[in-house]
């Protein structure tokens, strides 16, 4: 059964880099055709794409994020790891990761969605 | 970017009452390209449907979907006590967007 992790550091001060790693079980990262997303929740607000990655490397960014994250990815940990700079506390956030079927052509059309999610890390930015 | 709007923003009905749930797009969307989530307090959302109407794995089919171009409906034919959540519509258009959410609360 393919699982998604979640870790990283609860809390992050304003003007650093917040890394964020989401382990994937039960499959590996590299075996098929799906992108690996990172989505976050602000406290008592609704849903915010990030960006995904393939194994490859190839990936796609949320363009007002773009300038501030990195989506990376390591096979040999069937790991993907967020990094967003010059956080401040507007990035507090449950951070998701999850598996993402968009990007890649399926029975020669494209599928935008997700249908394996992390439970979710909470990120505080806070002095 | 587009834009989704999700009404109502609440929808108080009653366990076995039929829950219609709208979802707008600023722009024409791609079927293939929008989805429905359900969201409980504290979990992570949960796929309900993708392609507009297709049911994602182990959805009961009382959860359904339809709609095109700019104007798709989530539609719970008989509502059971855990279907009680917040439900969000997603589309990908140059990126993904998703809805503000509609909360659907027991009258």
């Known amino acids: 059964q393919l699982q998604l992790q979640e870790s990283g550091p609860g809390l992050a001060k304003p003007s650093e880099t917040l890394s964020l790693t989401c382990t994937v079980s039960g499959a590996p990262i590299s075996s098929s055709s799906y992108f690996w997303g990172w989505i976050r929740q602000p406290p008592g607000k609704g849903l915010e794409w990030i960006g995904s990655?393939?194994?490859?490397?190839?990936?796609y960014y949320n363009p007002p994020l773009k300038s501030r994250v990195t989506i990376s990815v390591d096979t040999s940990k069937n790991q993907l790891s967020l990094q967003l700079g010059s956080v401040t506390a507007a990035d507090t956030a449950v951070y998701y990761c999850?598996?993402?079927?968009?990007?890649?052509?399926?029975?020669?059309?494209?599928?935008?969605?997700?249908?394996?999610w992390g439970k979710g890390t909470t990120v505080t930015v806070s002095s | 970017e587009i834009v989704l709007t999700q009404s109502p923003g609440t929808l108080s009905l009653s366990p076995g009452e039929r829950a219609t749930l709208s979802c707008r797009a600023s722009q024409s969307v791609s079927s293939t390209y929008l989805a429905w989530y359900q969201q409980k307090p504290g979990q992570a959302p949960r796929l309900l449907i993708f392609a507009a109407s297709s049911r994602a794995t182990g959805i009961p089919d009382r959860f359904s979907g339809s709609g095109s171009g700019t104007d798709f409906t989530l539609t719970i034919s008989r509502l059971e006590p855990e279907d009680f959540a917040v439900y969000y519509c997603q589309q990908y258009g140059s990126s993904y967007t998703f809805g503000p959410g509609t909360k659907l609360e027991i009258k």
């Open positions: 999850a598996r993402d079927r968009g990007f890649t052509m399926v029975r020669g059309g494209y599928f935008y969605y997700m249908d394996v």
């Open positions: 990655i393939y194994y490859n490397g190839t990936s």
